[in-house]
């Protein structure tokens, strides 16, 4: 079985086609070129949390489905009711955004059949 993922650019698209009418928020987002050779021409989105020591990769797997990785930080983090409040919101918006790319994926591939 070959494994295709979504375009680097049809990502990039997806990516700013919801930005235009949802948002991540508190967070930064961006589109980057895949790591693994086998895909260099798909990508992966990256959310930098502005309330957690911490960033949230969007990866897409060969069964085309999207996940979330954390990046683990060693030591604590202590945070105000208001700062932890904004972190929730960050990964719930995340998820939005997870959620999302999951419909575009989804649709291209009935489309793509």
Not at 13 to 24: F, I, K, L, N, P
Not at 81 to 88: E, V
Request: net charge negative.
């Amino acid at each position: 079985m070959t494994c295709t993922r979504p375009a680097f650019d049809e990502i990039s698209q997806w990516v700013a086609d919801y930005e235009q009418h949802d948002r991540v928020a508190h967070a930064t987002v961006h589109v980057l070129p895949q790591d693994d050779p086998e895909h260099a021409d798909s990508g992966i989105v990256a959310v930098h949390l502005n309330h957690g020591p911490a960033s949230i990769y969007l990866n897409i797997d060969c069964d085309r489905i999207w996940t979330a990785t954390l990046t683990e930080r060693s030591g604590e983090f202590p945070l105000t009711g208001t700062h932890l409040m904004s972190l929730g919101e960050e990964l719930f918006t995340t998820g939005k955004l997870c959620e999302y790319l999951q419909k575009r994926t989804d649709a291209a591939t009935v489309d793509a059949a």
